[in-house]
């Protein structure tokens, strides 16, 4: 009998896109599309090209090239557990500011 550990493994990897959902909620921004960078081996990508493990108790995000952890989320009832030791960094794009009208009334203690 073979030893398919990896194979397995591969079983319950999701594309880490499948996690989109859980990371615009905890960052409130699309991150699939945000770089970032595996501190193991220095491979650069999308998180949405990350290898993401969601059978555990939260979310795996691993190097797609060396998979390595790079991201754990953890979510429980009263906060989100974020480890992101594995990552280089994480770049947040900002949303583009949309065009809001001028406060005029900002007159304070006036
Ligand atoms: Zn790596």
Sequence with gaps: MENTTQDFNRELMLDANATAGLLYEIFGLEMTAAPTECANCGNEGEIGTLLAFTHGPG?????????QVMIRIVQTPEAIYLDARGAVYLRLALP????????????LGG
Excluded: F, G, H, T
Excluded at 59 to 67: D, M, Q
């Design 96 to 107: 583009k500011p949309k065009s809001q009208p001028v406060m005029e009334n900002d007159s």
């Design 59 to 67: 979310i795996v995000l691993r190097c797609s090239a060396c998979e």
